[in-house]
């Protein structure tokens, strides 16, 4: 069972990885001028896409969610339209912590906008797959000691990696090197690392959970 | 020996003061200057050399010009001439570069880029050492050998006007004189209009030689505006035509057969994106320096200008206007503007410059003989007799015109050769000195972090092991060794050495402290050692586990002491800090959210553990109570999210963003002064509720005056707007305004001295005590308002209420401990010290804060006063860190101790960090414009926390004798 489990989350990110490496590699075959720093923007939707529609199908082919008391169709719908919900609320609260870290409010907003997109769907979205919208099971799994089955830790490894992630993903911002990446206008926090450092946590999560 | 940990970290901390002074003794060099006091004479002059014969006359040649006129544009920057609008901002002076009889270069300034150094650079043609910044505060009179005393003393009659900084230097120098002070910085108009008003009468006499103006408009419109502004075309259409009307009446007064004239057009330093100056950026340094006499070739079309150092124009002017050049000045004459007179006249002039270089090479290079400048000098000196004797022949032939020329090429690269060598000896260390310094400090800094567990403890009270350590053979030998070492350097070091110089008792003294350290680190170290094993089994016992907090706040203070040694995280630190802040106000906020919703859900009872207090009262009675105090704790760190993130649009700081427009600005605009009357009379109705509350009647009475008092100073000065006074008056300085605030000002911080010594010494009241406290807290927050410029009110205001409402709901609530009190503390006066507008560059230095409530600049308040603004930020929060934790006494009698520990800690470790980073990179690129300043900061504030810690002394003191 154990082992199942194990098994299970290792292809299930293994896959998330990939779709991850396909929507970066793909459009640069189809989109004529495509590249990760030049075209930012969309290589950002591209991602937050793929990952979002990876990730559901996923999730829901498993079943990891857990099991619905009720089957009548209102309500999967009211569960849906809540999901929906958070996933706007929590994309609006990581516009608000981006701004708050020092991002123009207005100017600029498109980028910000979808950096906090792409947080979303690398954080929240995972948790609504996984645990459903339901907050008291989520302030369960994030409190200390509060996870109780594999994929509660692999959830908050995840999450914190990512936002340990993007949060790093500041510090070469003051640098004066010039880079294009080094987005000059704003104190915004470039988004290539976020991807790269999620990569690298993901890797880092197998890692700690094989001796589990 | 056992010492409570307060005063064992004042210690630590006033020693790495010393420490660190003789460190920047070191760092700092002393500006090369000549052996002797005495100034360069006519009669000094060397002969002109001639092999054979007798030596000829030792008298100058001719001079060039017969008047000089020197238009001196402050923070004139290069392009505003030379650039691709420099037709639209100066016609006429660019028609006159372009086609008329003038030479025009590039004069490279060197930082650091301030008034004052730059107009003792151009007199006397040296390179004035970055500690004369802090002396432009002050300019007494220039003592060294400079141009407009030798002018003067030739008899030459010179006129000058603008920028009162030049009477100041040159005080009885001028026949004619009217300075403008650059005091108003908002005034650029009538700053100008007070030069140019003299300009017809003076150019219609005839009775003058030298004529110096300088307008200092163009660098207040820079200060307010910025160089994209719309105020600068104005401007420079204005200095424009004063160059035409200079111009037009030299040309009409000119005489066949005599001497022609010059007219000099220059600026001190340029001017940053940002408008400010200061640094070494490359806007900065960059000024015009136009030359234009009918003497001059006329040109056929615009060159791209030469670059020449500023520190040239002054030999070159010396010797045009037939003066000797003055001692000190490392410059050499710029050769295009001789290129008309005789070949032997030039290669005199030549002569004389490289004599003068060669003299103060000797002076200040030991091993001047093996310069190879002053070896091509020799060679070219000797080429040059020789060339004279044929030339006195008789000889005028081809030849002798090309050897003549080979001389002239010789003498240019012995010059430029020499010139470079001194410039070089600026960059020279005194390495012993600075050493040193770091030795102190460094073992202050281990012995510091060697005492942690004991003076973190619950006694917190540091065991010393000074007797032992004073009465073993180990010191006697580190004595013996550390003053052989001394003696060894002094006597073999060749160049001068501060510490060296020092008398015999104070270094012993030093030799002495510092092997005494040694010893007590050594034997703490080793008392840790065996104990070392005990103390981390207990730390994985759980009990002293690290939360996320305590991670973020370690690493966060490691983090940045690391990020210093970028260049551009020092530039930019506001950003680490806001970064910092930020994160640390989510994880509060976490923490916070993590306290309450637990509780809702029945984790209580691992709060109990955490409350036993909070049984006392029962809880049904304070439900609604307890309901709106969570909803307000946790409202606390979103809302001091928000009011970070509005303070930080309001003063943009650092380099790569400082062009960003604010709020700052965008208030400072005079079509806004009503939203700022409305602004800053809010902030201080806001700041009179946030203080009043725990002060006493009288001074609640006097802070209501003070606050008034500095809304009508603000509007005296013609900052705000005062409603009831429609009139408009003219701004004055507003001392009388200042004074009366400085009255409840001393009565606040009278009454709260008082309130302290009674508790101290009559009655053991606590009350009495904390009230007394925070009297001398508002005290000092009634003169940073008055010291905060308008639009920087905010700030405080913010200031005051987040103390507020963090110690009420968080730090209380939270039940954090007095360490990570004191490093929230820290970080939260960090980045205030940047939201008030502070970077690491030193012309954000709001000197003009010197002169609130003064009529004329006295030094010695001036000096606090700009200190006081500045660090207004860390200094308020390290105040209301003592209020706090004094008020937390209850809970933990130590916590004053900790406090104090904590921020000694804190403090030194980036301190310490930063002289060795700065000693490694010193000959790195930008040490001169980031580092040094960064240093300066550091030294300043590492001073003030002594300051601050000796006041927790005084206040654990108290503490103690009640308890006994």
Redesign the interface.
Known sequence: MWDHEIKAMASTHAIITASVFMATVIPAVFVPGFSVYGTHLLWVYAVSGTVTCVSVAIFWLLGISPPTKKHTLGYKLSRLSRSCLYFFLSCLFFYT?V????APLIESALETFSLSVLLTSLTTLRCLCVLGPNV?TW?RVF??HGAMSVWDTCLQITVACTLIGA?VG?FP????WDRPWQV?SS?RKPTYSDWNQWTFELLFSFHHLQPV | MKVRSSIFASFILVFEVLGVALFLRGFFPVPVKSALPSKSRLSDLPAEPQTGGSPNSTRLPQPLFSRVVVMLVDALREDFVFGASGHLYMPYTRHLVDRGSSHSFVAKARPPTVTMPRIKALTTGSIPGFIDVVMNLNSPALLEDNLIWQANTAGKRIIFYGDDTWVRLFPKHFMEYDGTTSFFVSDYTEVDNNVTRHLDRTLKRDDWDVLILHYLGLDHIGHISGPHSSLIQPKLLEMDDVLKKIHSSLVSKEAEGSLPYLLVLCGDHGMSETGSHGGSSEPEISTPLVLISPAFRRKGGMKKPEVVEQVDLTPTLALGLGLPISQNSVGRVIPGVFEESSLRDQLRFLHLNGHQLSCLLKDSIPDYEKDAGFEQFRVAEKAHGNWMKLYLEGNASEVLMNMGKKVLKQYLEALAAMSSALSKQLGKYDMYSMIAGMVFVFQLLLVLVLAMPEALSGSAAVDLPVLSSLFSLPFYLLCLLLASVHVLVCTSAESSCYFCSLSWGLVFAAVAFSSAMFCILISLATRRLPLAPKIHGKNTGGDWSLSELDVLLLAGTIGHTLSLAASSFVEEEHQTWYFLLNTLCLAVFQDVCRKYFREQRGFGEEEELFLPSKDSHPSSHHKSEVSSEKWLALATPPFTLVCCRLLRSLNQTGVQWAHLPDVGHWLNSSDHKTVLSLLSAFCLVLIYLLVQRRCSLVSKFALALGLLGVYSYRAAVGNVLFPWQQSTRTTSKGTVEARFVYVFVLGILFTGTKGLLRSQILTADAKLKSRGLWEIYSGLVLLVSLLFRAHNLPVLCCCLLIQTLMAQFIWKKLHYDAAQTTIMHYWFGQAFFYFQGNSNNIATVDISVGFVGLESYIEAPAIVLTSLSTYAGPLLWACHLVCYLSSERERSPVAIGHGCYCLALLRSVPAAAYIVLVTVLRYHLFIWSVFSPKLLYESMHLLLTAGVCLFFITMEQSHSTKLT
Do not use: F
Not at chain 1, 99 to 102: D, E, P
């Open positions: 912590v701004v708050l870290y020092g008291q302030i409190s200390r949060w500041a911002i003051p640098l004066d000059s104190h």
